[in-house]
């Protein structure tokens, strides 16, 4: 993957973290009909364990919180939020460089050690308003999770409820673009079968807050995790000496498309 490559497949709903990696296409079983009333059963299951992930991401809105993304150890990110008080350090590792993000109130800085054409690498300064909307960093509720939880758990197909283990499969075709963990479809623009039914775990700790998605290595899919921790820790950011107006070179290379 080249450092160009890097960058197209790295997009921030908040923070320059919606990885994606590309998948390899290999055929899979037929799915198989299942009974009228296992399925409706299924539903039921899944819905309550829908309704238990999401009320464990409320958190994201009431305090301050770490956020991990690792996507095949190729991509990984870290990131540190407070919405409430509207604070944001965020860095993102990948082949061939990193980028840092600092967000203080309404600004956004950034700084690249990927190749970007026309740009260099010292701190800059985003204009919002010229920001592709793939690349919204906002601290508005709904855009403000670092991690993508939301997108995640929109794309679960069935899951039960062990305890605080949340198991179950996962549609990665229905994985909206967004900050977090995203695939891109094979050389032949195909998703491999059994990404429409991709095994996923996740835990709760005892105050019912998700701390870990995790998607396995399997059909062709490269192993995903998302990890919270850190709730209620002080997030100090510090705005960066010398930063500079973006320059108009930027902005085409930002987001899911940016550069192509």
């Known amino acids: 993957m080249t450092r160009r490559a890097v960058l197209a497949s790295i997009a921030a709903g908040l923070l320059l973290v919606a990885c994606s990696v590309g998948v390899r296409t290999q055929s899979g079983p037929e799915p198989h009909a299942v009974p009228t009333s296992a399925a409706g059963a299924d539903i039921a299951t899944t819905a309550e364990a829908v309704r238990l992930l999401r009320a464990g991401t409320a958190f994201v809105s009431q305090t301050s919180y770490r ?3 690792d996507i095949a150890s190729q991509i990984t990110t870290l990131a ?3 919405n409430v008080h509207k604070r944001l ?3 993102v590792s990948a082949p061939g460089g990193g980028i840092e993000i600092r967000m203080i109130d309404d600004e956004v800085y950034l700084k690249s ?3 970007l054409h026309g740009v260099g690498d010292g701190w800059m300064i985003l204009d919002p308003a010229r920001v592709p909307s793939d690349f919204a960093l906002s601290f508005a509720p709904g855009r403000n999770d670092s991690g993508g939880s939301a997108r995640l758990i929109a794309a679960i197909v069935t899951a039960r409820v062990d305890g605080s283990q949340i198991t179950g499969t996962i549609d990665v075709t229905r994985i909206s673009v ?4 995203s695939f891109r479809p094979g050389p032949d623009g195909a998703f491999p079968e059994g990404a429409r039914s991709h095994a996923f775990r996740a835990t709760l700790d005892t105050e019912g807050r998700l701390v870990s998605f995790l998607m396995p290595q399997a059909d062709g899919l490269p192993n995903a995790s998302l990890r919270y921790s850190d709730f209620g820790t002080t997030v100090t950011v510090v705005r960066p ?3 500079v107006a973006a320059p108009d070179a930027l902005y085409p290379q930002l987001g899911v498309n940016g550069g192509r």
């Open 89 to 91: 350090n965020a860095t």
């Open 178 to 181: 967004g900050n977090g963990i």
């Open 241 to 243: 000496s010398g930063a």
């Open 113 to 115: 050690g990927l190749f």
């Open 67 to 69: 956020s991990d993304v």
């Open 80 to 82: 540190h939020t407070d």
